[in-house]
């Protein structure tokens, strides 16, 4: 078969024949329709990852075809049987297991979901990863609510998008946050109620005046902006974060923490149980995630290059020719 | 009646005549037997407190005798009906309202409550305030479960003392840090499992290595220290405070937090429900609340002296002579 390999690092990747996938008993071989790209790929690509092994087949997301059925992939393998946390075998589909961006994937059973009726297959293969982190920081963690206000910081990524549109299903009023005012424009079309571009001063105070305090905030940046949280925050708020971009958080003062009995809660992606869950929501409030978009799979060096200048406003999607 | 009473800012509070308490129809008047010193009650006279009003009668702390009854009282006003956070009304008893530090106080009849039967009257003082902060941030915030293990940074204060008790009567495994040595061996003998020193270089890599990891951190200095907490967590761990004593949080890194799933969880004193929950709790294993030192009502501001110097271990009692 045919896949989109990392043969070095700091290199594209290449459209190469690879061997055949041969499931084990517990797997089954999945015709790859679409995948999408993370962070996480590019990241490998540069080396910024531990534990790479070349040659390999990336790609975390999937939708595909099985027994003339249309699934799609949860992302990850081995979570175990805690829904708190994740087992120490725990790992994210793609390096160093082969991933999506192939034609093939010999995939465990467990891992195959159907397909949401409404999606096609970019969108499909758009949802995974984002979509399971979202739900799991937005819902398992944050325990939104409806009516809550929210916070989604740096809108544009594949999991501030998905939150923002699970949020405002889920009946909350949710603010952005972003360094492109056209980025704070696009996702106030998605239903955002506003927003505020965070490289313009005294941007936390205006939007407190705005929005009046959240209830939760997501965040994936941390640094020194995360410790504008407190103030931004309603007593009894949720601060989910998955990611740290900007570093580490420095000047965090608890007092405000503390005294709102304000919680910091980490998150990841999910478990399959939350797979599901997430699924049947997609499926009921018959959400359609944001791709910002489409290249042949063959031509997925030019996606990696695209991702790499970071102006993505949803998901950079790979499409079998 | 006689009280305690902060006259002047950053003086000793005095033994002196002040009016009779005059309740209004919700309240009653108790009589005063013992009551107990917090720190809140030494920032207020040094001014370190928002809004001070003097003369004032401190003191959150109280047990004393209602109607014959041994009553033990809950030590603030206005939590309101939800439980996840007080009520913007909430206030700790003593300053703006008159407190426990005089011979009578008039309160509301809600906030009386039987005193567990095995304790004295300055056993049941040392409870309220370090008793429902450490119940709320264990057990409400931080869910603690059987067989899990704890670190509690600080040990000494009352808070700590109090969380130390209730985790080792929960079923946990208590370890504990502390400035001194002879701290770390008292909690030892207290139930504690081991412990370090905190001024000692590594102390945490060390203490891990004895406990590997903790699942709860009960903690109220903040601070530098606090950013060494992610590393010392297990996966799923919480991370409970009440304080910030050593300012504002450095340094602090995301990734460890989020990929082990962890929360950060800003806790304060209870409701009236956590405090009946507790005092269930501290009857039911008859847990006495350790008591550093007790002095007559009336000589009170040695009591302030001696909390000062900070060598207490456990809580500073005042008792009416």
């Not at 679409?34 to 990852?49: E, P, S």
Request: hydrophobic share 40%.
């Amino acid at each position: 078969m045919k896949a989109l390999i990392v043969n070095q690092l700091n290199a594209p990747p290449i459209w190469a024949e690879m061997p055949d996938p041969r499931p084990n008993e517990a797997e089954v071989i999945i015709n790859i329709k679409a995948a999408a790209l993370n962070h996480r790929d590019l990241f490998i690509t540069k080396g910024q990852y531990a534990g790479i092994q070349t040659p390999c087949i990336l790609g975390s997301d999937g939708a595909g075809e099985w027994n003339g059925t249309q699934v799609i992939l949860y992302p990850a393998l081995a979570w175990g049987d805690n829904p708190p946390y994740q087992s120490k075998e725990f790992r994210v589909l793609g390096m160093p297991e082969n991933g999506t961006f192939a034609e093939q994937i010999s995939i465990p059973k467990s891992n195959i979901f159907p397909m949401p009726e409404h999606l096609n297959w970019e969108q499909a293969a758009a949802l995974p990863l984002a979509g399971l982190t979202a739900w799991r920081t937005l819902f398992s963690r944050c325990q939104l609510k409806k009516g809550e206000k929210v916070l989604i910081t740096g809108i544009g990524g594949g999991v501030a998008l998905t939150a923002l549109q699970f949020a405002i299903a889920a009946g909350a009023e949710v603010f952005v946050t972003s360094s492109t005012s056209a980025k704070i424009e696009h996702a106030t079309k998605l239903g955002a109620k506003g927003g505020a571009n965070y490289r313009e001063s005294d941007w936390d105070k205006r939007l407190k005046q705005e929005a009046g305090g959240f209830d939760v905030i997501i965040d994936s940046a941390g640094g020194d902006g995360f410790a504008l949280f407190p103030s931004l925050c309603n007593p009894g708020a949720r601060v989910g974060f998955y990611g740290g971009t900007q570093g580490k958080v420095n000047g965090l003062s608890l007092q405000p923490l503390f005294w709102k009995q304000i919680s910091l809660l980490g998150s990841t992606m999910g478990s399959p149980q939350e797979f599901q869950t997430m699924l049947d929501f997609v499926q009921q409030h018959e959400i359609v995630p944001v791709v910002d978009s489409v290249y042949p799979m063959s031509a997925g060096a030019k996606a990696f290059e695209k991702m790499s200048l970071g102006e993505q406003f949803g998901k950079i999607v790979l499409k079998q020719s």
